[in-house]
């Protein structure tokens, strides 16, 4: 995997090492070793509960440090804010909870509201809760988060560490270098991408005068922040490095690990604001009373920053996925707001950042030698049940998580099935997406399997009902499979209200009394669209994906988690006896 790899794989090893210590109600941390507080955001009330419930369970099993506070808090009711908004909200929500107490905390402020449309399985229970298929208890991306930042709380002034539950930074740096959030106004780490990277992510114009191109960290000065540019804007603001001729790109591998590469920019991914910044915030949300429009943490605050900024961002709505007329004008308030505030920059040369908010990001990942898999160190551990049976067959690439498969159960290959009960004879085909929820709309507990093609679009969606035959499920068009199911093509079929009609509002996905027998009813779906054989749905009350999530039953779908944790366990404890005894 190449030295620089290697190195951020022993780096990482000490990080999981420290975190493993200080994990559960016994283990003794340093001063100032854990963070304060550490907030969750969610999106409504619902989620926030889905949260607590499983923060709860954690801390139960001592999967987490006990000493640190752990906060959550739920976007306000009504049009959404966007993550620039949970951000302000969850300020105000520090200080109705901690009062002045949080003045002098270090806060760690995880992104985790959002529906998870590119990775469903973690729509239910959050992607901050997803399972990554390593370590001992299954790690979850909590806990990972926790991990990777070990390091940071006992460097930090007081203020917020703002980060994304659906990414993972590694890094490595020398012995005498350390990462140290203590400058006013903002800090932010930037990590050598290529130029593709560039244009989905956040990209800092460097002043060059701030580098000396030695060692894997370097703290330097941001002219001027770009937010997911095009290459000749990257290239014309100056934010291209070439490898060569540029001081802080002397040797090859600098620029992230592409030998190849003669061009790099530098990408944004967690940043840091100390207190009187987050109090200016502050101040300024309880200004504004509602927000009624959707901010961008990332492109709304950083944009504002550094001598090279320029108000002309706050009119460029290209980037974002709902304009609201107000969004123009708070841009412009915020500008005026930070515009003169340092935006400090710490390098990591030898940094990779790794995007896990897809159902094939999540495959790559944690299925394939990946680089992330070998950094990690974590080996593949079991979070499901299997059969000892020839019968059950898993693919290469596939991860099954908290399920139960029976004995003759085959699943292709790259596919994903999450919270599931398999009793019965089936093949699963290659790429094949199924995830169960458990729902309660009346008093009593029911069932639903959403199920499509790894590759599938749920974000996707049009206005028209005559174009529904752009949406592909498993590779079909809609109304052929709609036929298929002996489902009309109508208002009714869709649970949105804004005229989005896609495969996330298809009312298509049967409603059953068992977990077992929902898997069996989509998979009967699948067969049909597949086989092109009729199945008819006609019969079934039938919910949405966006459905299922509103009348999820978290209480439920822990139950089960639970009941496979401690099978698993209890097979160990066997097996561990088994090892002894012989």
Partial sequence: MGERSAARREDTARRLARFAALRGAG???????????????????????????????????????RAVRYLVCADPPGPRIGNGGSTLHALRCLEEQYGDQWTSFTVLLIHSGGNSQRLPSASALGKIFTALPLGEPVYQMLE????????????????????????????????????????????????????AVGTTHGVFVLDPSSFSGKGGLEYGSCYRFLHKPDVETMQQSGAVCVRGDCPQL????????????????????????????AQQLLGFYKQMGTLGCEIDAYGDFLQALGPGATPDYTKNTSNVSR????????????????????????????????????????LFHFTAESKLRFELGLQPVA??????????VIGPGSVIEYSRIGPEVSVGKGSIVSGSYINFSVNLPSGCFLSSVSVKMTDRVEYVTMVFGVGDNLKKGVKLMSDIHFLQFFGVSLPEC?????????????????????????????????LSESVRMSLNMLNS???????????????????????????DML????????????????????????
Avoid at 383 to 392: L, Q, T, W, Y
Avoid at 532 to 551: R, W
């Fill in 323 to 362: 304009e609201d007329s107000g969004l123009v004008a708070v841009r412009q308030q915020l500008y005026s707001l930070l515009q003169g505030t340092a935006l400090n920059v710490i390098v990591l040369n030898n940094s990779q950042f790794y995007h896990i908010g897809t159902t094939q990001e999540y």
């Fill in 383 to 392: 979070f499901s049940i299997f059969p000892d049976s020839p019968g059950c």
């Fill in 529 to 555: 669209v597949q086989h092109k054989s009729a199945f008819k749905l006609s019969g079934f009350q039938l919910l949405s994906v966006e459905e299922m999530l509103t009348y999820k039953d978290v209480e």
């Fill in 27 to 65: 283990a003794a941390a340093r001063p100032g070793e854990l963070w304060d507080v550490v907030v969750l955001t969610a999106a409504d009330a619902a989620q926030a509960g889905a949260f607590r419930e499983q923060l709860a369970e954690k801390l139960r099993r001592e999967q987490l440090p």
């Fill in 250 to 277: 002397s040797s090859p591998g600098n620029c992230g690990d592409s030998a190849m590469a003669s061009e790099c920019v530098y990408t944004d991914s967690v940043f840091y604001m100390d207190h009187s910044t």
């Fill in 144 to 195: 990972l988060k926790l991990a990777m930042y070990i390091d940071f709380p006992r460097r930090m002034k007081p203020g917020v560490l703002v980060t994304c539950s659906d990414d993972i930074e590694l890094y490595s740096t020398g012995v005498t270098e350390t990462i140290t959030f203590d400058k006013p106004g903002f800090t932010a780490l930037a990590h050598p991408s290529d130029l």
């Fill in 559 to 582: 139950k089960f988690r639970k009941q496979i944790y401690g099978e698993i366990c209890l097979q160990k404890e066997k097996s561990d006896y088994r090892m002894n005894g012989t």
């Fill in 482 to 514: 709609l036929d298929l199911w002996s489902l009309e093509a109508s208002d009714q079929l869709f649970s949105s209200e804004d005229t989005h009609l896609g495969l996330w509002t298809a009312r298509i996905f049967p409603v059953c009394s068992t």
